[in-house]
């Protein structure tokens, strides 16, 4: 792929409403949940909060954050010198962000893109989170 090409797939990746947020989404309404977006004010800017709650859920991406064992996250060949620093950089940041909100008294769970494509199997996995 060229510079150009790789530029412009590069462009189209979003930070936010990306497919495996909206899915999480879908499935805490259909679960009775009710929630905010992206809240700016807490440590790592969480995808969902319930604040009265006091939970937060991050929807990750399994090549951004480094998902372990999983195979979409496998490391760009490309500028070999340059993603796996960068990814590393990315995993360390969730690590400080989560331990940050723990701290605060935060309930935190993480839900991987690869978890996002089975509806019913992500209803039971968030199902324990939303009842503790």
Known sequence: ???SERRARMATIHRENTKPELA???AL???G???RLHAEELPGRPDVVMRP???AIFVHGCLWHLH???PLARVPTSRPEYWPAKLAR???RDRRNLEKLRRLGWSVEVVWECET???KALERRLRPFLAS
């Open 117 to 119: 494509r089975d509806h």
């Open 1 to 3: 792929m060229s510079p």
């Open 29 to 31: 309404w259909r679960l």
């Open 53 to 55: 709650a006091r939970r």
């Open 68 to 70: 372990q064992g999983c």
């Open 33 to 35: 949940a009710r929630y």
């Open 24 to 26: 999480v989404r879908r």
């Open 90 to 92: 990315n995993k360390e």
